[in-house]
């Protein structure tokens, strides 16, 4: 049995760094499938019997939960029972030996665990301790419990997206994210700074403060009590023609211009009129977002006798920017994902599954990509590896793991 330690052959850039998470839904294990991504050994330690609960969230992928395959591939999976004693002896052995300890427990539960950073530096200096909450410790939120679309309402994203009549959420877990990618990458940063000074820290993620640092453009846009940007459905708020006009087929296409050079060949090039161009309603920007019905209506009526291909090759030709708006159907064929050969495949519990390799990874520098895992599925070896070995039986015969 290999030392916990141990790197692996290969050149990933996370390889020898163990990561133990106690972690549910979105938010953390988005961030330490992106460690396991660059080679860190990640010990998921779930709730034995049930597990993760976002493992129960659907069965959309051959029987198992869409968000599960998509956040936890190239993890252990570790029963533990943290509130008996002897898996919290079990814990605190695993980490000992551990680099980053990562957490999106309710909050307080892992200080009363011992987990807190404090708790944990004195035995293991060089540990990293990242917690992720929803509204981090300290003032009148902190108890106050959090899921992603109440963060998207609380940090006022919902109050500029959707239609002028109604709000709307982001139709993927935004605010898990950006917490994910928060912790994901002050982790990194974390690794660089114990490299030179040999300690660990701690790192704390609120959702919050994630969600409200992406809310910067409009809060400036309102700065001082101005007004905020319109919620103008798929169009952008402040920049147009910036968004989705009807072809004559009906279909939908999308496009975006950015400066007045633009603007004028688009008259000139797509519109076929380049008399537009010099209409005082649309002399400027500012005056294009204060007159967008009107000039989305002489758009469309440009667009009437043309399909959709024949808008976008218009746009192409005229170098202006566009886009299919594309379903997930769409997406699995994307002919761009597909020439540039971003698909691979992970085995999982219901066998192979197919998997786009990580942003900026691929080719000569492979992400690692190794199976989504079942519940439990690596406990015995963790516990063989922590000298448990004699005593794998009677753990999981008293429920301990």
């Excluded at 998509?70 to 551990?98: C, F, G, M, Y």
């Excluded at 540990?127 to 509204?135: E, F, K, N, R, T």
């Excluded at 994910?180 to 700074?193: C, E, K, R, S």
């Excluded at 640092?213 to 103008?232: D, H, I, N, V």
Aim: proline fraction near 6%.
């Amino acid at each position: 049995m290999t030392d916990i330690h141990k790197p692996q052959a290969g050149s990933l850039p996370l390889e020898g760094v163990t990561v133990v998470s106690l972690e549910h839904a979105v938010a953390a294990p988005f961030a330490t499938r992106h460690l396991a991504d660059l080679g860190a050994r990640v010990i998921k330690v779930e709730r034995p019997g049930v597990g993760d609960f976002a493992r129960a969230y659907d069965h959309r992928v051959d029987g198992e939960a869409s968000y599960f395959v998509w956040a936890n591939r190239s993890k252990e999976s570790l029963t533990l029972d943290v509130k008996q004693p002897e898996a919290q002896e079990i814990l605190h052995k695993l980490l000992a030996k551990a680099d980053v300890l990562v957490q999106n427990l309710a909050p307080g539960a892992a200080a009363r665990l011992g987990l807190s950073y404090e708790a944990l530096a004195p035995q293991n200096p060089g540990l990293i301790v990242c917690d992720i909450s929803g509204y981090g410790d300290g003032g009148p939120y902190t108890e106050k419990k959090a899921y992603d679309l109440l963060i998207q309402s609380e940090s006022g994203f919902l109050s500029v997206t959707g239609s002028p009549e109604e709000q709307a959420k982001a139709g993927i877990s935004i605010a898990d994210i950006s917490a994910g990618m928060y912790a994901y990458t002050n982790i990194l940063g974390a690794l660089i700074q114990r490299g030179r000074t040999g300690r660990g820290r701690r790192i704390e993620i609120a959702m919050i403060d994630s969600m409200v640092e992406w809310m910067g453009f409009p809060l400036y846009y309102a700065y001082k009590g101005q007004e905020p940007p319109r919620r103008c459905g798929a169009a952008h708020a402040t920049i147009y023609p910036y968004g989705p006009f009807r072809s004559g087929d009906g279909r939908t296409v999308m496009l975006g211009l950015q400066n007045e050079r633009e603007w004028a060949v688009f008259c000139d090039k797509v519109l076929k009129d380049p008399a537009v161009a010099a209409d005082a309603r649309f002399a400027s920007n500012a005056q294009r977002v204060a007159n967008r019905d009107a000039l989305r209506s002489l758009i469309e009526q440009s667009f009437a006798s043309l399909s959709a291909e024949e808008v976008l090759a218009r746009l192409d030709e005229a170098g202006i920017a566009n886009a299919n708006v594309n379903s997930m159907s769409d997406i699995w064929a994307h002919p761009q994902l597909q020439a540039r050969k971003r698909w691979t495949t992970v085995d999982s519990p219901v066998g192979p599954l197919p998997a786009l390799q990580p942003p900026g990874m691929g080719g000569e520098y492979p992400a690692r990509m190794d199976p989504v895992p079942a519940l439990g599925a690596h406990t015995d070896a963790i516990l063989a590896e922590l000298g448990y070995g004699g005593r794998v039986a009677d753990l999981h015969a008293r429920k301990v793991v």
